[in-house]
């Protein structure tokens, strides 16, 4: 059975860091799509960043770009997204998503969710 576990949200100033991490188990991703997803309240689920699996081909949300970065590690089986310079409007919930066709924004491509981790940036 596949899970996907996230990690890492909490409370945090802006222009503060977070990493937020997602451990996939029940099979590796190899030659797939991994992605981060967010959903603030009252609003609909939104791209961040996607990556394949080796790190060859990563995407952003121009919302993120610069301040996220979106990295794996085989070893771990794990997903990171490092956010930097973070804004109250990154506030949201944020979804690890697995086993992507291709790297890109739709949620439609990826097959596998996690249960997201809360990400509360404070001005």
């Known amino acids: 059975q596949v899970q996907l576990v996230e990690s890492g949200g909490r409370l945090v100033q802006a222009g503060g860091s977070l990493r937020l991490s997602c451990a996939a188990s029940?099979?590796?991703?190899?030659?797939?799509?991994m992605g981060w997803f967010r959903q603030a309240p009252g609003k609909e689920r939104e791209f961040v960043a996607a990556?394949?699996?080796?790190?060859?081909?990563?995407v952003y949300a121009d919302s993120v770009k610069g301040r996220f970065t979106i990295s794996t590690d085989n070893v771990k089986n794990t997903v990171y997204l490092q956010m930097n310079s973070l804004k109250p409007e990154d506030t949201a919930n944020y979804y690890c998503?697995?086993?992507?066709?291709?790297?890109?924004?739709?949620?439609?491509?990826?097959?596998?969710w996690g249960q997201g981790t809360q990400v509360t940036v404070s001005s």
């Open positions: 998503a697995a086993g992507g066709l291709a790297v890109g924004a739709s949620s439609r491509l990826y097959n596998y």
């Open positions: 990556i394949r699996w080796s790190g060859a081909s990563t």
């Open positions: 029940g099979r590796t991703f190899s030659g797939h799509a």
